[in-house]
């Protein structure tokens, strides 16, 4: 039996009439969007919303008209547009965000869980009919990798402090995902059509909502800047996917062992790939994070000038300082880095003036840069003139200003 054949003509009526609203919104976003990433992202979504209208109208019309549909069908069609939504969040992400095989890799285990805990639940559904398969193999395992990616795109673009239009979207396809996993897991159809129905309609309404604020302010989308790591995907789901799976290779008796026991170990070998991938990745990382220290390390120490970076404080504590200020001034790198009191110990008493300056500095943040010439006392008494200039260089942890001497 069709798992719409529980759902009651008067849910699928408001399901309908939330997503033709939903929908609506979604087109008048994408109609405001100009060309880029967003505009893409939004005609994918608005494609699979289009798509759970359609699904929703043809299992509304069969309740209501009894008219005949094969079952599994309705299923299939909430699946594809599942699958075109995560296709959106991948379009939406940057360029180089998500890596294909680190995303196949971690998704395995997730699916094979599904698929597994569906074969206890239904006994002999893996090998029942390509609808019962679409009911509760295929809508779930669609919807798992599209919560998986939901999570791991939101995580990608700054969880909490990402767009609110995003996290809404967000929101909104992970609510409609715990409804499409749902029938892998519950033996009753029937049971799940209230709480289903409620968790979509929910879901549609945080999509809508995003969609409104987006038409609303289309100007306003951030571009998320590439990282260095792309989405590796759900690694911790996997790691718990798999072992899941091995418990009930272990502790369950019943049909479809050998499924299990066979989704058990290919489970666990996509998860041991990509751990190894993850470690390989980590150590070409490192080697070239070292390779571009030593790089920058080496240009740096050759330049006759003396360059160091501080913090954002009042007494320009200096973190690095290059070898060049032994040359100049006398002191050593040890005897500067980390010292607060260095700077204006060596300030020349006439040129006292320039600490308020660099704080005042420092107070705006600008990107404006700073520069002023004045007098420092060397190690050996002598006086010398420095041309001071800073910059203020900033980063996701925050912000560092860097300064060169000469």
């Known amino acids: 039996m069709s798992s719409i054949s529980t759902i009651p003509a008067a849910l699928f009526a408001i399901a309908l009439a939330t997503g033709v609203v939903v929908l609506g919104l979604g087109l008048l976003a994408l109609a405001r969007i100009p060309e880029g990433r967003h505009r893409r992202a939004w005609q994918l979504w608005c494609a699979a919303l289009g798509l759970d209208v359609a699904a929703t109208a043809i ?48 998704q395995v285990p997730l699916v094979l869980t599904v698929v597994a805990v569906a074969s206890v639940t239904y006994g002999g559904v893996v090998d029942d009919s390509p609808g019962h398969i679409a009911i509760h193999l295929v809508e779930p395992a ?46 009753d159809p029937a049971a799940l059509a209230l709480p289903r129905i409620t968790v979509w309609v929910a879901g549609l309404v945080a999509i809508g909502a995003g969609a409104a604020m987006r038409a609303r302010h289309p100007g ?15 690694s911790w789901g996997a790691a718990l996917g798999v ?70 404080d009042s007494t320009g504590t200096a973190k ?51 520069e002023e010439e004045f007098r420092v006392v060397a190690k050996n008494g002598g006086v010398r003139w420095i041309r001071d200039r800073a910059v203020i260089i900033r980063d996701e942890s925050g912000a560092t200003a860097t300064r060169s001497r000469a």
């Open 59 to 106: 299992g509304m019309a069969h309740q209501l008209a009894g008219i005949g549909i094969p079952p599994g069908v309705v299923e299939s069609i909430v699946a594809l547009a599942a699958a075109v939504a995560t296709m959106g969040v991948v379009a939406r992400l940057p360029a180089h965000a998500v890596a294909a095989s680190h995303l196949v890799l971690d």
């Open 142 to 187: 669609a919807f798992t990798v599209l919560a998986a990616l939901c999570l791991e795109g939101i995580h990608y673009v700054g969880g909490l402090k990402a767009p609110r239009s995003a996290k809404l979207l967000t929101l909104g396809f992970l609510f409609t995902a715990v409804a499409g996993i749902s029938p892998a897991f519950v033996a």
């Open 220 to 234: 306003e989308a951030r571009e998320y800047a590439p990282r260095l790591d792309p989405i590796s995907g759900w």
């Open 243 to 312: 072992v899941v799976l091995f418990l009930l290779v272990l502790f369950h008796r019943g049909p479809e062992d050998d499924f299990r026991f066979v989704a058990a170990v290919l489970a666990l070998g996509a998860f041991a790939a990509r751990s190894t991938m993850a470690r390989r990745q980590g150590t070409r990382l490192m080697a070239d994070l070292h390779s571009a220290d030593m790089r920058y390390r080496t240009l740096v120490e050759q330049i006759p000038l003396a360059i160091y970076t501080t913090g954002l």
């Open 320 to 370: 690095y300082v290059s070898p060049a200020i032994e040359q100049l001034l006398g002191y050593t790198q040890e005897e500067v880095e980390g010292d607060a009191d260095w700077f204006p110990s060596v300030l020349h008493p006439d040129d006292r003036r320039v600490l308020d300056a660099l704080g005042e500095w420092y107070e705006m943040r600008s990107g404006d840069s700073w």
